[in-house]
T-cell receptor, first 111, second 114 residues
């Protein structure tokens, strides 16, 4: 059973400073990773999807994947107060249709 | 891509009642998934529903409590039977069209059980 864990549980950064969020997974055959943002228990906004080791950038959001280390991270460049939200990591294992979510990181960006 | 619509957006019901949440896709999809999210927590996969077959439930979720119908390739209904305050959460439907790696989510239905 895939386990997805995120850290830290909450994070406060100043506006303009880099924000870094971490996600570990247990299934080494996983091949599909994405980061979502959710404002105040609203809908899910997909930020970045990544399928192979390395880096994927979408605007101010960059995902880094290292499958050997079972780790995927999200870096937010120049975060703004409007980026304050819960960030969810989701992973799909190889051969599985199931997308499994982490517990989320609550990001607060102070101005 | 696929757009998913859910109805209702939110609902308030009394304990012991049942309610239905509908999910409609703007194109045909093979699998639909239902997720439950308690306040500011993870999304938990409840079940996978394929057209014309019984839904497959994850641990902790049962057909008796959360029956799911999937009558065609664009529609699914999740029912919450004998609702309890502990069922108060947001319910999301989701789908991954064939040939797509991306998975799409509906806007969610916020349920409050009094």
């Amino acid at each position: 059973q895939q386990k997805v864990q995120q850290s830290p549980e909450s994070l406060t950064v100043s506006e303009g400073a880099m924000a870094s969020l971490n996600c570990t997974f247990s299934d080494g055959t996983s091949n599909n990773f994405r980061w979502y943002r959710q404002h105040s228990a609203k809908g899910l906004e997909v930020l970045v999807s990544i399928f192979s080791d390395g880096e994927k950038e979408e605007g101010r959001f960059t995902a880094h994947l290292n499958r050997a280390n079972l780790h995927v991270s999200l870096h937010i460049r120049e975060p703004q107060p409007s980026d304050s939200a819960v960030y969810l990591c989701a992973v799909r294992g190889g051969g599985s249709a199931k997308l499994i979510f982490g517990e989320g990181t609550k990001l607060t960006v102070s101005s | 891509s696929v757009l998913l619509y859910q109805k209702p957006n939110r609902d308030i019901c009394q304990s012991g009642t049942s309610l239905k949440i509908q999910c409609v896709a703007d194109s045909q999809v093979v699998s639909m998934f239902w997720y439950q999210q308690f306040q500011e927590q993870s999304l938990m996969l409840m079940a996978t529903a394929n057209e014309g077959s019984e839904a497959t439930y994850e641990s902790g979720f049962t057909k008796d409590k959360f029956p799911i119908s999937r009558p065609n390739l664009t529609f699914s209904t999740l029912t919450v039977n004998n609702a309890r305050p502990g069922d108060s959460s947001i319910y999301f439907c989701s789908s991954r069209p064939g040939g797509y790696a991306e998975q799409f989510f509906g806007p969610g239905t916020r349920l409050t059980v009094l």
